[in-house]
Structures are given as structure tokens and as C-alpha cells.
């Protein structure tokens, strides 16, 4: 018998292996989803086994024995796998990446796949300072012995709820002998759990209609669009369809983008629903993830809730799959490694699965709504708050014709003096942090540039820095131009500029910004949110990070700032992306019992996409932006791969590109479109290009994609020189 590995290596190939002879650990045997260690060269790398087969295309000879089985059960079960495998054939990658990117990282080296949970005891001396007062200066010390006190054997996870940071004064009560702990395994929760902890609202009709109709589909493949702004009530939907698929026993796996998992939203899950609900995102410690992972191998989770990655978490018999924010840039992996849609491989699960699906979103993807008008996906609105057109008073406000302040226009600085006086709060948004996207010399025209990219410095004022929003380049920043000794100035604005000029138009009203320099760790967002929530800050300075799943009930006043940004990108998806942004933001306006209202500046009032957008909102302009799709052959009407390169020099990545297009066979049909470099061309030190690959129909390019990339691989190239293949990629640059 012949063991087939997939190692995590760029080796698009599984690997053949002896099963080892004497087990030392019954029941841990070779079997697809069981990770192994193997030899391998002179390393010992951690794979999974694939297959098992009679016989391996090696001589026998050259087999080399499995050192180790590590699980007696697998960790990838054959649904997972058989997903794993479709992945790597279609993005076209290797199946040991795949497969690696489904196991958390201390999975990968070798970490028990066991539920064990980790216990906090006081130790004799620990309750003796208790007593005494050994420990009265050291509070949060002292704090966290009391609670071990008063609860021993308290799990890890207790702790995280009950404390921000407990890891720290736990150390030093573990170094100091007054604390210690225990692994033991998870005791599975009684079976006489409720279900439901909490209940919600009662439905609306078209919330219990769109329950109903989801409800109805189970045990069979349905995608559903739930269509419906931020707060038309869509998680409300998504509790009930999980609810149901509990009563039946199911499970159920619910994705969101990486920013969208805020602890509300958590939260709202661990309220209403009594089970195990594990929580897999990025922001995780790597033992934080592997604790949530193991939930899942041991079943013992019956709703996981996660980022990207979770699509392939092992998640038996399930019964429905959510995706909310379908349209969420943050589901496709695009900068490194394996490529792929976590949207599109969750309907694929779904669809081996036989269970339904729903795609929650107010403004969906421009492919999501094509499959609607095609048939393939059935809609449910929530049309409750106006559809999805834009609250009533929508305005342009044309910025050739008014004095403009520091990015902000007359009128919108009237209107923000109205809604403030009425009471209300006002949220402008820019998508730009920092302070000034450009320093600039007074005298000799000199620009801070980045020297590792082809882009300017950002001015970070208060943090007296430069930095450069692509590379991470860090600096100080020039009190003169280093070039001939005059003055700087800082040209155009950010989020931290908006913030300086509007607490001297408005010095009596509290502002807080929202943006990636604001919100850094864990905790940050949440005392932000709840500063607007409260109603304590009246104006609200934010970022893309606005528009993401807060409900901000007293804003009546939303400004978008620089519309402009994006509508002649020459990225075809760029118009898309400023549609849903737009609506996004302006549907953080009016929320409450007030009635909102939404400007938004713009140096061309006559665009096309703007025109339609106000008139018709978001239904109307996608509508437009589908024709456009179709008469240009660009997604959903085409299928696009492409082939990307980068060097230390541009030539170097080009001329790869080049060598590789002359390499490929395509019929008539496909497109090759290219060389050509990235719009960015230069990013972090290095040169990138691409190559298009356009097909009206799906099957033919990915026939041709297999034999093409094994000829790619054989191109002799620089040692600088990388590449890679994105397919359906998201960002065209
Ligand atoms: P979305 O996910 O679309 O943003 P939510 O489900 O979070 O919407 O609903 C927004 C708010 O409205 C929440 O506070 C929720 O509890 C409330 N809500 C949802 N459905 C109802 C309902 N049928 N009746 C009353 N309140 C509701
Ligand atoms: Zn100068
Ligand atoms: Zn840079």
C-alpha cells in the first residue's frame, strides 16, 4: 500500500509515502484527512494524507516510510477534502497549499487535534497573599487570584470574557507560585442544553417569508440573495435559519468579511443560541484558533462563525451556509499564496453539502445579481427602510461651484450646522487617513515620494511621520524640503485633516475619527462605536471602517467627501466598488426616527454612474452597470485569469510574462490580453505586470490554464522573479 501526501509545498503534486510499520499508537492509522509527518529531503515536513493507492508510480525502492500518523481521527473530513480538491483544480494551485490553508497554523506544526481545555487553579501560597496583603498594590493580580479563588479550574475562555487582558497578570501570579493550571479534556455540554438561549423580534412578513423560503429548501442546494440595507433586519433572518437547521440537528457555518466580525455580532450569536458557537478570524491568537479549530474536528461546535478561511473549517453535517456582505472585497484572498472566493467556495459547499445558502447583502455583487436575473439564485428582499434606493434627501453638491475649506464645501458645512442644531449627528466620510495624502515643496516643486513605490508619502501630523500606505515605509517628518531648504506644506487631505478643521468649525461638539490609525488592537473599535452609540461624540470622521455593520442610530447627516476617487479607474470592477461604498456609507444616515440625509461632493455632478445612482439608487445602477459589463465582455459575461509577475526589475517581469504568453495554446475564443504593467507598477521594491486570460465561457479556459502552467513553470527566469495565477481575480491594476 502506497501512502499519497499533499505537503504544503508549491509542488502542484501529492507525494508517495510507505505507511510506517509498528504503530505505536493504535488506531492511528493512514487514512484520507490524517495528518502525517513525513520525510522529506533533508527535512521533515507535516502533511495530509490524500489517498491511499496499490502502488506508486516510484520504484518501491524509493519509497520512504511515514514517520509519524498524528491523528486517530481526521481533521479534514471527506466533504472538506473534496471541496480542497476542487479548489486547488480550479484556482489551479497546489493541493498541499490548499490544504495547508485549511489548518490553522499550529495544526500545521503538528499540534493535537484534541479538545482540551485549559484550567486556572490558586495554589496554597496564592491564597495565603490573598489573606494577607501581599498582593493589595497589584490589583488586576489580585483580581484575577480572587476570581480563580471563588471559581477554580475556570477555563481560559471564561477568563477572555471576563477580563481584557488576563494573560499578563496571570503570568506573573504563575511566576510568583500563586496560580497554575491544568489541561483536561472538554467535557461535551449536556445534551438537556436549550437551544435557544434568547429570543429576538417577532418577524416582519417579509422577514418571516424570506425564513420560510430558506427553511423550505433545506436538504437541498437553493442559493438565496438576501437583498436589504444595513439594519433592514438580515441578521434577524440569518438567527432563524440557523435556529431551524439546529432543530433538525445541523449545523450551521456563517461567513463574514474580515471586518464585519465585530463582537456585537458575536455577541448577538451567543445571546440568542445556547450551543457552542466557534469564532475563527484573523485577529486571533494562533492558540486562540486552534482552540476554535478543534470545536470544530470534535463536532462539539454547532455554529461556526468566521472570516475568509472558515469556508473550509470541518463542520459535519451541516445544514445552511451564510455569507453576509456577499459582495465584501475581504472573501477573495488576493495578495499571496492560494487565491481564492471564499463566497464562491462556500456556494460550492453548499452545493456538495445539498443545503441552502444565503448571500446577505445591500449592495450585492454585480455576478450575484446576474445569477438572480438569471435564474440561478432566488431573491428575497427586505425592502423595509426605502428599498435600496437612498434615503430620501440625497444631494450632489458640485465642488467647481462653492468655496471649499480644507475638503469641505459650503453647503456641507451649512447642513452640518442644521443637523447638529436639530440634535443630530453627522458622519463625514473620506477615504483617506492620515493627515495629507502629499507633502509638497513651496519652492522647488519637490513631492515626498516613496522610494520603494510609485506613490507619494502620507503626511501623519500628529504622529510627526511619513508614511506610505503601500509599503509600510516609515519616517520622520521634514520640517523643510530636503531638497532646497523651503518651506513644505501639506496638499489635500485625510481623515486626521478633516478632523482639525471641523473642531475649528464646530470647537463645542465632540468628534471622534474612525480609521486604521485609530483603531490598532482589539478594543479600539468597540470604544469608538460606543462613544457615537452613546451619543457622547456628535460628529464621526471616518474611513471605509464606517460602513461596515455599525448601526449608528442618531446620525442624520452623512457627507461623503471625495465621491470622485474611483469613477475613471481603469480597473473595470472600480465603479462597482464606488457604487456600493456610496450606499453604504449613506445608509448610515437616518437610521433612528429622524429622517437623514446624504451629500456628497463631487467635481463631476454629470457622471453617468452618480446620475443613475441618485436617481435609482443602487438597483438602478447596477442595472446600468451590467449593460456595460455585457457590451464590453467583462465579468459576469467573460471569465478572466491572470498571470502576474514581479521583479526587481520591470523587464525582468515583462519579459516572463512575454515568454509565457507565446507559450500558450488558445483557442479561438480566448483572449490573451497583455503584458502589461500593474497601474502601480512599482510597489515595495519590486516591478509588477500581468497577463489577462479573457473566455466568454469558463470550461475552454480552464482547459487551457493546466497544460499552459506546466509549461510556465519550465520558463528559466531570473531567481528575483515571481509569479503567480489569480483566477476570477477581484482587483484588475
Ligand atoms: P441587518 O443585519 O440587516 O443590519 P439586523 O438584523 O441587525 O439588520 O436588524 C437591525 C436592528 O433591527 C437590530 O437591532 C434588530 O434587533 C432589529 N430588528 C430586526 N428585525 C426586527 C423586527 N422584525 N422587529 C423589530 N426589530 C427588528
Ligand atoms: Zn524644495
Ligand atoms: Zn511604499
Not at 33 to 42: I, T
Not at 225 to 245: Q, W
Not at 537 to 544: C, D, P, S
Not at 616 to 637: H, N, V
Amino acid at each position: 500500500m502506497v501512502v499519497r501526501v499533499a505537503l504544503d509545498t508549491p509542488l502542484r503534486r501529492l507525494f508517495d509515502y510507505l505507511p510506517v510499520r509498528d504503530f505505536d499508537r493504535p488506531g492511528h492509522e493512514p487514512r484520507p484527512g490524517v495528518r502525517v509527518r513525513v520525510p522529506f529531503g533533508r527535512q521533515r515536513l507535516i502533511g495530509v494524507v490524500h489517498s491511499l493507492a496499490t502502488s506508486s508510480e516510484l520504484p518501491a525502492e524509493k519509497l520512504k516510510p511515514l514517520l509519524e500518523v498524528i491523528d486517530a481521527e481526521p481533521v479534514l473530513d471527506a466533504a472538506v477534502m473534496e471541496l480542497l480538491e476542487f479548489a486547488a483544480a480550479y484556482y489551479h494551485h497546489s493541493i498541499g497549499e490548499v490544504m495547508a490553508a485549511a489548518l490553522p497554523k499550529l495544526a500545521r506544526t503538528g499540534a493535537t487535534a484534541q479538545l482540551l481545555i485549559e484550567r486556572w487553579f490558586p495554589t496554597g501560597p496564592g491564597l495565603a497573599a490573598l489573606a494577607g496583603d501581599e498582593l493589595k498594590r497589584a490589583r488586576r493580580q489580585r483580581e484575577l487570584l480572587e476570581t480563580l479563588r471563588d471559581a477554580p479550574g475556570i477555563a481560559s475562555e471564561v477568563l477572555a470574557e471576563r477580563f481584557d487582558d488576563w494573560r499578563t497578570p496571570m503570568r506573573a501570579l504563575v511566576q510568583r507560585g500563586f496560580a497554575s493550571s491544568a489541561e483536561t479534556p472538554h467535557e461535551p455540554p449536556a445534551s438537556d442544553t436549550p437551544l435557544l438561549r434568547g429570543t429576538g423580534p417577532a418577524l416582519s412578513g417579509e422577514q418571516a417569508a424570506a425564513v420560510a423560503a430558506i427553511d423550505g429548501a433545506a436538504g437541498r442546494f437553493a442559493p438565496f440573495l438576501l437583498y436589504g440595507i444595513t439594519g433592514s433586519g438580515k441578521t434577524e433572518v440569518y438567527l432563524h435559519a440557523v435556529e431551524h437547521a439546529l432543530r433538525r440537528r445541523k449545523r450551521a457555518l456563517v461567513l463574514v468579511p474580515e471586518i464585519g466580525l465585530t463582537p456585537q455580532l458575536v455577541g448577538r450569536f451567543r445571546e440568542r443560541f445556547g450551543v457552542t458557537v466557534a469564532v475563527l478570524h484573523s485577529g486571533l491568537t494562533d492558540s486562540e484558533r486552534l482552540a476554535a479549530w478543534r470545536e470544530c474536528v470534535a463536532g462539539s461546535a454547532r455554529i461556526v462563525l468566521g472570516t475568509r478561511s472558515a469556508v473550509f473549517a470541518p463542520v459535519a453535517d451541516l445544514g445552511v451556509v451564510i455569507v453576509d456582505e456577499e459582495h465584501d472585497a475581504s472573501f477573495k484572498q488576493h495578495e499571496s499564496g492560494f487565491r481564492y472566493s471564499a463566497r464562491d467556495l462556500a456556494i460550492l459547499r453548499s452545493q456538495k453539502a445539498q443545503v441552502p445558502i444565503v448571500l446577505g447583502s445591500a449592495t450585492p455583487s454585480l455576478e450575484t445579481l446576474q445569477n438572480v436575473e438569471t435564474g440561478r439564485f432566488t431573491r428575497l428582499s427586505l425592502p423595509r427602510r426605502a428599498g435600496q434606493a437612498l434615503p430620501p434627501r440625497a444631494a450632489v453638491i458640485d465642488l467647481r461651484e462653492h468655496a471649499v475649506r480644507a475638503g469641505i464645501a459650503t453647503p456641507a458645512v451649512e447642513a452640518m450646522q442644521r443637523h447638529l442644531a436639530d440634535g443630530g449627528q453627522v458622519l463625514v466620510y473620506i477615504n483617506r487617513r492620515g493627515y495629507s495624502p502629499t507633502l509638497a515643496c513651496t519652492a522647488c516643486g519637490w513631492i515626498a515620494p516613496c522610494r520603494d513605490c510609485d506613490a507619494r508619502l502620507t503626511v501623519h501630523l500628529a504622529a510627526q511621520r511619513l508614511r506610505c500606505h503601500h509599503c509600510g515605509a516609515d519616517a520622520p517628518l521634514p520640517a523643510s524640503c530636503p531638497q532646497c531648504g523651503y518651506a513644505v506644506r501639506h496638499v489635500g487631505q485625510g481623515t486626521e485633516r478633516v478632523e482639525e478643521t471641523l473642531a475649528q468649525l464646530f470647537p463645542a461638539m465632540p468628534i471622534v475619527r474612525l480609521d486604521r490609525d485609530v483603531v490598532r488592537k482589539r478594543g479600539d473599535l468597540e470604544s469608538v462605536v460606543s462613544r457615537i452609540a452613546s451619543g457622547e461624540a456628535r460628529i464621526l470622521v471616518g474611513t471605509q471602517m464606517v460602513t461596515k455593520g455599525h448601526d449608528f442610530p442618531s446620525v442624520t447627516l452623512v457627507v461623503v467627501l471625495n465621491a470622485d476617487q474611483g469613477l475613471f479607474s481603469t480597473d473595470f470592477r472600480a465603479p462597482e466598488r464606488v457604487a456600493q461604498t456610496i450606499i453604504q456609507v449613506a445608509g448610515r444616515a437616518g437610521r433612528g426616527a429622524k429622517p437623514g440625509e446624504v451629500m456628497i461632493q463631487t467635481e463631476y455632478p454629470g457622471h453617468p454612474l452618480l446620475k443613475s445612482l441618485l436617481a435609482e439608487g443602487y438597483d438602478g445602477f447596477a442595472r446600468a452597470a451590467l449593460a456595460e459589463r455585457a457590451a464590453a465582455s467583462w465579468p459576469p459575461f467573460a471569465h478572466v485569469a491572470a498571470l502576474r509577475a514581479s521583479a526587481g526589475a520591470l523587464a525582468t517581469a515583462t519579459d516572463f510574462l512575454r515568454q509565457a504568453r507565446q507559450l500558450a495554446r488558445v483557442p479561438r475564443g480566448i483572449k490573451l490580453l497583455g503584458p502589461a504593467p500593474a497601474a502601480m507598477a512599482k510597489r515595495a521594491g519590486r516591478y509588477h505586470a500581468q497577463l489577462l486570460l479573457e473566455s466568454r465561457e469558463r470550461a475552454p479556459l480552464h482547459r487551457v490554464l493546466d497544460p499552459w502552467l506546466v509549461e510556465v513553470e519550465g520558463i528559466k527566469a531570473p531567481r528575483d522573479l515571481r509569479w503567480s495565477l489569480d483566477v476570477d481575480p477581484l482587483e484588475l491594476f
